[in-house]
């Protein structure tokens, strides 16, 4: 009898997480194709691109409200147990409220590992195939960026001429040891500039001291060059960060690549931190949800009990970011930012499951 309830209590709450995930994927999709319609009005592109570009960004943004979705879908499960008395079974199988939370929990932590195996790896090969496509459409540029053991790698486009960039190191404001290929638009090689230091921290790049080669000529200049572009030091940044498009291998090698170049590593290890302590971070979420719904009173609603688990939901979110802003910021370790919420949070669910148990 307790094999069938296992069974019954399980694929009850796999349906309503299933549901879920369905209808935030399709309003993700329907969020997001406006987006794409606006960035694509002014291109030639095929008139499905939008909505392949929809249908490619729209899993790593439901990857960002997975817990919400975990969280909704126990309240649900919940609700349709106790609207059918069927949280009854429970009781007359001698088996006490913990027996339910435990089952949720374990369905949960599986579901945040499969996430990890599974959806990750293939939300981010889309989300990269989606800036790929993205890049051929921007505007502000026709780009491609890359990094390696040979430095920082960026191709520009400004006003028919090419631009290729290499710059080996990237310290504060400035890149070290730049050297610009510049071309025409067919791709004829028109000067060479090597420099020591350029300042990228506006689009105008102040390159210091350039030596020029050009027709076979040295020229050394003593004066500033200025060279308008698209990008700055925050669009760098942000640009080498797209995490979300790379898989867990792929942040373990970049990492490693960030160590060689003297980058920092910071917004990596968070975002890999976070990604590997969904599990356990779903599972705690299933637990207050379900001490929530098991407290219902007679006097108060549904409804009202639901809205509280997505305001608490949206609170812990919120807790979550500004202990990622401290974590980037320095003023606690990185490892601490992601640890210390979660820790709390367990905590809090354990003084709840010793209540609940209770009734």
């Not at 925050?234 to 640009?239: A, E, G, L, R």
């Not at 688990?309 to 202990?323: A, D, M, P, Q």
């Amino acid at each position: 009898m307790i094999k069938t309830l296992d069974r019954y209590f399980i694929s009850l709450f796999i349906k309503k997480l299933v549901l879920l995930t369905v209808i935030f994927f399709l309003l993700s999709f329907i969020l997001t194709i406006f987006e794409e319609i606006t960035f694509l009005s002014e291109t030639k592109s095929a008139f499905y691109l939008p909505f392949m570009l929809a249908i490619f960004n729209a899993p790593t943004t439901l990857l960002e409200i997975f817990p919400f979705v975990i969280l909704i879908a126990a309240q649900l499960f919940f609700i349709d147990l106790i609207k059918k008395r069927e949280n009854e079974l429970v009781k007359i199988n001698n088996l006490d409220n913990f027996y339910l939370i435990k089952i949720l929990a374990l369905c949960s932590f599986i579901f945040g590992l499969l996430i990890i195996i599974i959806y990750y790896p293939i939300s981010s090969k889309l989300k990269f195939i989606y800036f790929d496509i993205k890049n051929v459409y921007s505007e502000d540029g026709k780009y491609l960026k890359h990094f390696n053991d040979n430095g920082i790698w960026i191709k520009d486009e400004i006003k028919n001429e090419i631009y290729i960039i290499n710059g080996l190191t990237k310290k504060d404001n400035f890149l070290e040891d730049v050297f610009i290929s510049k071309f025409n638009d067919n791709f004829d090689l028109v000067e060479n500039i090597y420099t020591k230091k350029v300042d990228i921290s506006s689009n105008k790049w102040i390159v210091e001291n350039p030596t020029i080669f050009k027709n076979n000529l040295q020229v050394q200049s003593k004066n500033k060059l200025i060279l308008n572009t698209h990008f700055n030091i925050d669009k760098i940044n942000s640009t080498f960060r797209d995490l979300n498009s790379f898989n867990l291998f792929q942040l373990i090698d970049i990492k490693k690549e960030n160590m060689l170049l003297g980058y920092s590593s910071q917004e990596l290890d968070l975002h890999f931190l976070k990604m590997i302590s969904l599990p356990v971070n779903f599972s705690i979420l299933v637990i207050i949800s379900s001490i929530i719904m098991l407290n219902i009173r007679k006097d108060k609603s549904y409804i009202f009990h639901v809205l509280l688990g997505i305001s608490l939901s949206v609170i812990i979110y919120y807790i979550n970011n500004i202990f990622d802003v401290f974590g980037l910021t320095n003023k606690i370790p990185i490892y601490l930012s992601v640890f210390f919420p979660i820790v709390f949070l367990g905590i809090i669910s354990i003084i709840g499951l010793i209540r609940v148990n209770e009734k």
